[in-house]
């Protein structure tokens, strides 16, 4: 019992984990099994990379999956930049109306994503505009600004203004401050937060599925196929969307820890400040 109390919270963290990986596992393990009709069934014949060598031999699964890249690829670039101005202003300015558009840009995350959906489905009705992949867009943008926000204003609440400070005081126009010494220091927070829309736009199933028309991503291609058999190349390409993801998450943590070390050399070479020299009391 005594070991078990030590360990309780490793154990728990090692199931969680576990808990949240197995599923991609058994994704990744079936990318290299021969399975009866290409469905994703608990029958593994043999191993084969049959599958990974043709892995887009699929021209419908290519067509899903390029539109899905280029569908997160301009919605992730699009929330960045508005959502980190966002962030800046409700983070830096009072203005009218802050608190209640700091409610407001949580509403997207905490409401069901089929209420989201069917919403935006009548609005764009209400306008006759078409649906397609514009649709898609704006309602990727509209719940991906969310999240964009609340990453990016987590970093600027900790920001040290002093350096921005500085570098006015040595001449530097806002826009040159911007450039050379906030963007670079929010760099890890947006490109967190970049990371995170990418991977929701890319992932959307439920409001995709009310705004797209005749437009089909690679989630809205997958539930299409689900009734007559998943073709495993979609396991070989979701297992290659994870491991991406992985990469790029890992390159994002070192960078992180790279400049948290640089921060902290610094640190310890700024020289201590030379107490100043008594004065004499007066006789």
Known sequence: MAW?????????????????????????????????????????????????????SITELNDAMIISLKLAALATVISTVIGTLMAMALVRYEFFGRRTTNLLIILPMASPEVVIGAALLSFFIILTAPLGFTTLLIAHVMFCISFVVVVVRSRLIGFDRSLEEAAQDLGATPLETFRYVTLPLLAPGVLAAALLAFALSIDDFVISNFNSGTTVTFPLYVFGVALRGIPVQVNVIATILFSVTVVAAGLVILQQRRAERMASRREELEPEPVPARAQPEAA
């Open 4 to 56: 078990l109390r030590r360990n309780g919270i490793r154990i728990y963290a090692a199931l969680a984990v576990a808990y949240m990986l197995i599923p991609i596992a058994v994704i990744a393990l079936f990318s290299f099994g021969k399975t009866p009709k290409g469905k994703l069934t608990f029958t593994f014949d043999s191993f084969t990379t049959e599958y990974w060598r043709h892995a887009f």
